[in-house]
Structures are given as structure tokens and as C-alpha cells.
């Protein structure tokens, strides 16, 4: 396809960009969102491939990553670095960005490792911990409705695209999952016991809570353990990307998966 220029802030593309960058409704309505930054585009393309349009300042950026642009079947759209700026209002540009459509995704099969998070609200938080479920061998992950934007670009940028190849899910009734699955559920809380002390089933879920108010009463109170990380005294706890990272690691060891 040939480029196109945008010059303008007013044009209609442009604030559809915009908008799918910065506002969650309007990416749940549209079931689209944007990457920023060509190590997004290319992690998408590895496990989807098909975008709806690309966004770029350097013609330099674009060549690497689409070698001839004539090729494909979608359109790309020259604009200026103070445009792209405008949108993800970072100091610095990316230089080249796309509209995805949100991929669907399907139930697992038999998973092992499983992830519920209950309100983890900061997209750098869920960016984090989506990032060490792939690379802990994590085979599903349900989040609340009061979770962070899965698929909004701050999470996307702290997850380098963890969730092109994890299989997540918005939306979910934790408790209902817990009831209605063979998976031992362990909720990590202050007073549980030490996760060097827990022979963790095979089959298990890791319940991680809200950065203020950690997990739901309701919810802890139907998982089959509390578990804790051993900590020194004067500290009160970890941050919950890092705490989700131990315990991840320490099912891993326990069941020689590295």
C-alpha cells in the first residue's frame, strides 16, 4: 500500500489513534488498541501478524521492520514526531506506532500454573507480572474487573507484549473460578505460611491481591492456603509484581520446570 500523510490533529484517523491510546472505554468498544514502540509491533507480528494500520515519523524505523511496505495489505500513515509525541504524551518518541484489533483469546486445556489477580490496579504492575508469568511457564491468567487495562499501552509497555502469547482473561468472577476448578488455589497474604515451607500442588493458582488492600476477604476465604514471603522484620511488604515473580519462580523450582 502507498503512504499517506497526516498533518493535522484534526484528522479523523488521528483521533481515533488518540483516543484508542488514551481512553479504556473507547478500547473496549472498539476492541482495538495501539502499539508503541517497534519492539511491540514485532513481538505482535511473531504471534499474530495482521494489523490494522501503521503510524510512523522514521522512515528508517519502518523499512526495518516492514521491509517493502507495498506488500501488505494494510495502510501506513506518515506523520510527524510532535504528532506522535501528542499521543503518547512520553518526552521522547518511539518513532512508529499501530492499531491491533484486541486478539481473542481461548480457554487452556488441562493448564498447570494458573494466575488470579484480584484488582491490581497500576498498568506497570500487571505489565510486570505478565512479563514473569511467561516467563514462569504461567498456562492461564483470570483478572478481576478491577484490574488495570490488559491491553492498554502503558500495560503493553511494562509487559513487552507478555499477553500476545499468554492466555488472559478480563472481566472474571474469582471466586466463581476458584469454586468451579480442580486447581489447589494459594492466596499470597501476610500471615500465610513461608513458600519455602509449601509443597505447592502441581496443579495450582496463585491469587495475588490489590497494591493497598491485597486480596479480597471473600475470595481469600475460599483458597486452599494463605502463603507468605519470608521477609525481614522491619519490612512490610513487596511490591506485588515482585512478590508474583518469588512465587512464580518458586513453583518452578519446586516442580523442575527450569
Avoid at 168 to 193: M, N, P, R, T, V
Wanted: proline letters at 2%; a neutral charge; glycine letters at 6%.
Amino acid at each position: 500500500m502507498q503512504i499517506k500523510n497526516i498533518s493535522s490533529k484534526e484528522n479523523k484517523l488521528f483521533k481515533h489513534l488518540k483516543k484508542l491510546y488514551s481512553n479504556n472505554q473507547y478500547r473496549s468498544l472498539h476492541k482495538q488498541t495501539v502499539l508503541d514502540g517497534a519492539h511491540l509491533i514485532e513481538s505482535y507480528r511473531l504471534h499474530h501478524g495482521a494489523f490494522r494500520a501503521v503510524f510512523f515519523s522514521d522512515e528508517k524505523i519502518l523499512k526495518q521492520i516492514f521491509h517493502d511496505h507495498h506488500n501488505y495489505n494494510y495502510d501506513f500513515y506518515h506523520l510527524s514526531d510532535t504528532l506522535l509525541k501528542s499521543i503518547s504524551g512520553q518526552k521522547s518518541s518511539t518513532r512508529i506506532m499501530t492499531i491491533i484489533d484486541i486478539p481473542v483469546k481461548e480457554n487452556v486445556e488441562n493448564p498447570r500454573l494458573t494466575l488470579l489477580l484480584d484488582d491490581i490496579q497500576d498498568p506497570g504492575n500487571l505489565g510486570s507480572i505478565l512479563r514473569s508469568a511467561q516467563a514462569f511457564f504461567v498456562d492461564q491468567i483470570f483478572m478481576s474487573k478491577g484490574c488495570a487495562d490488559l491491553w492498554s499501552p502503558k500495560t503493553l509497555r511494562g509487559s513487552q507484549g507478555a499477553q500476545f502469547s499468554l492466555q488472559c482473561f478480563e472481566d472474571q468472577d474469582l471466586k466463581k473460578i476458584i469454586s468451579e476448578s480442580d486447581f489447589k488455589a494459594y492466596a499470597l497474604s501476610l500471615g500465610g505460611e513461608s513458600i519455602y515451607k509449601s509443597n505447592f500442588s502441581f496443579k495450582a493458582a496463585f491469587v495475588l491481591g490489590n497494591e493497598g488492600c491485597g486480596i479480597d476477604a471473600s475470595i481469600e476465604s475460599i483458597c486452599s492456603k494463605k502463603i507468605s514471603i519470608p521477609m525481614k522484620t522491619d519490612v512490610d511488604s513487596l511490591n506485588v509484581s515482585s512478590a508474583a515473580s518469588i512465587v512464580m519462580f518458586e513453583y518452578t523450582r519446586q516442580h523442575q520446570l527450569i
